[in-house]
């Protein structure tokens, strides 16, 4: 009797225990559900903003519902197609010579960082960590770039000055170090050298790691426009974010000239065309994470919780 009576309330308990544990899933779903909604609103504001008339937004508003269509805002966005493809193509090539050195750079040196053979490497990470605090200065930067390294109109203005960051050195250095020793020790004993080790074993094993920096520095090649201000007066290297932000900067001092000189011009829907130029410039690369996503989240996580 006393053997079934314990059965039946482990049974109950068994039961409440699980019960209790779909309630929190089910919780857990909706509230991640919830913050997911939250996250992709704005982004469908916008999307629903580029499509509607500018009269419509002065007057009520970015609305919730797409209540009048016009697509005007992108006819003037890609009135010059030639040119948008152009700095489309630009911003390809950048983006992808760039992230894939500066991946490669910031993989070997968080690897020749995070090996406990290596003498200096404190030495060399106070000297990477002093870089994110003081700098020269833009004047001198700037000097340096293009009296002495010649970097004016040339694609290597786009391209250099992002190609290091400590972050995904710091991200690559954790990451390594969950590498074990035995897999380097067990390669040199058969002879391999340090460039065999990194190209045929420690490359391999850190695909989530390169993914993740890849992400990194794929966005901040695509978002980067300062740069190309800077450096770049030919029309033809233009790259996409800084098109396109001309282009606004232009059509804001068309109506702020019209307004002040009293002429007629027609109407030009600067706020439609703000929306629209995001969806250009960021649609692409919002379509490339889901690809990395897997990746991103296991190495990110990694390089955070190494220390």
Known sequence: MIISNHFKLHSRGKHIRQHGSASVSIISYLFIGLFALLCVFPFYLIIIASLTPESSLIRDGYPILLKSFDLQSY?????????????????????ACGTIIAVFIAAMTGYVLSRMDFPYRNKFSFFFFFTTLFNGGLVPW???????????????????????SVWN???????????PDAITESAKIDGANDMTIFIRLIIPLSMPLLATLSLFSALTYWNDWYNCMIFITNERMFTLQYYLQRMLGSAQAMR???????????????EGMKMAMTIIATGPIVLL?????????????IGAVKG
């Open 142 to 164: 700037y000097i340096l770039c293009v009296r002495y390294l010649g970097m004016k109109n040339s694609y290597t203005a786009l391209v250099l000055p992002l190609l290091f």
């Open 75 to 95: 006819a003037l966005c890609l009135k010059n197609p030639t040119s948008v493809l152009l700095a489309y193509a630009n911003t390809i090539t950048v983006t």
């Open 169 to 179: 050195m710091i991200i690559a250095k954790s990451f390594m170090k969950g590498i």
């Open 289 to 301: 994470y889901p690809f990395v996503q897997r990746y991103f989240v296991k190495g990110l996580t």
């Open 256 to 270: 702020l000239v019209a307004e002040k000189s009293g002429i007629a011009l027609p109407s030009v829907p600067l």
